[in-house]
């Protein structure tokens, strides 16, 4: 069983910035992919960012130049910087970790809230 705590959202204006973090409990961090999604209010949840175990990542076309994603396999820890934030970004933004070759452990965090205020 794999934890993840998600922190770092909150309230920001427009054209700012956040940059949220996930710590995870797995003892083998270095062999999960890690993501973020998002979800806003009666939407679907969708792939912000991942990260694969080798380094490999992929955007979302929104996220695209202004969001970046990072991991620090040292401290069990991935991020997402998030920079020029529209009201559109406002959702809550999830840690996902999956196993790279057991898609089953598949493991999410509670969320955090990201406000973008105009």
């Known amino acids: 069983q794999v934890q993840l705590v998600e922190s770092g959202g909150g309230l920001v204006q427009a054209g700012g910035s956040l940059t949220l973090s996930c710590a995870a409990s797995a003892s083998a961090f270095s062999l999960y992919h890690m993501a973020w999604y998002r979800q806003a209010p009666g939407k679907q949840r969708d792939l912000v960012a991942s990260?694969?175990?080798?380094?490999?990542?992929d955007y979302a076309d929104f996220a695209e130049g202004r969001f970046t994603i990072s991991r620090d396999n040292s401290k069990n820890t991935v991020y997402l910087q998030m920079h020029s934030l529209k009201p559109e970004d406002t959702a809550v933004y999830y840690c996902n970790a999956r196993h790279f070759r057991f898609a089953m452990s598949n493991y999410w965090g509670q969320g955090t809230q990201v406000t973008v205020s105009s």
């Open positions: 990260i694969a175990r080798d380094g490999s990542i």
